[in-house]
């Protein structure tokens, strides 16, 4: 498993000094296969062109997330996620209503979008591409998301390990009955069909994870 780790990081025999560093890390990075998604510490994000001209980013707040996965080297990575849509918000408070109506997600009839992975092929450079079937307003399609892992923490502040990732994709919101459309004066769609999804997720052990919400309820915040 280490060297098929190593190997994904595309640390060859010559970078010998970086090698030896990231197989001690490895080889003390405990074997955990059940994982937590740290939502203090994780982005779910979009990115839409409007008219052509800058992008519009919104953000879901409120999600949740099982992993699986024998650490340190990810070859059996499971993701189930469930995001509710009511939590998006693009800093307009007017397009976020909007974009809950019938004309984009219609929250009040489908308020949860999922994400289910089905397979995972793993690359070198720390590299992967995950493999889900993604459903909005009741409507299922398989997708791709290219992911990265970003790093190892042996010991967090509550002393448990701890694993982030970076993944993104491109879908076409058509296919998911996301049609609405308007058009400028000259022709040109206020909002592009092909959105970039944009996520960042830190996972850490169920006991870690409890551990920290103490720690937050510990300096009076609100976990």
Do not use: C
């Amino acid at each position: 498993m280490f060297r098929r780790l190593l190997t994904w990081l595309g640390l060859t025999n010559g970078q010998t000094a970086r090698r030896q560093a990231v197989e001690k890390k490895a080889a003390a990075f405990p074997s955990i296969s059940q994982w937590e998604l740290d939502p203090y510490h994780t982005q779910m994000r979009f990115r839409v062109m409007h008219m052509g001209l800058v992008e519009v980013v919104g953000r879901f707040r409120r999600f949740s997330a099982q992993v699986k996965g024998s650490s340190p080297a990810f070859t059996d990575l499971q993701v189930e996620v469930q995001i509710e849509v009511d939590s998006i918000e693009t800093d307009m408070p007017a397009r976020d209503f909007h974009l809950k109506s019938p004309d984009f997600f219609d929250a009040a009839n489908h308020p949860y979008i999922t994400f289910r992975s089905t397979g995972v092929r793993w690359r070198p450079l720390k590299r992967f591409v995950l493999e889900g079937d993604l459903t909005i307003k009741g409507i299922t399609h398989r997708i791709q998301l290219d992911g990265e892992l970003k790093g190892l923490v042996l010991k967090d502040l509550t002393g448990q390990p701890r694993v982030s990732f970076a993944l993104s994709g491109q879908i076409d919101r058509r296919a998911w009955g996301l049609t609405w459309q308007a058009e400028t004066g000259d022709g040109t769609i206020v909002v592009d069909n092909l959105v970039t999804l944009d996520i960042e997720a830190e996972i850490a052990t169920p006991a870690g994870m409890e551990a920290y919400r103490q720690f937050l309820a510990q300096m009076g915040a609100s976990a």
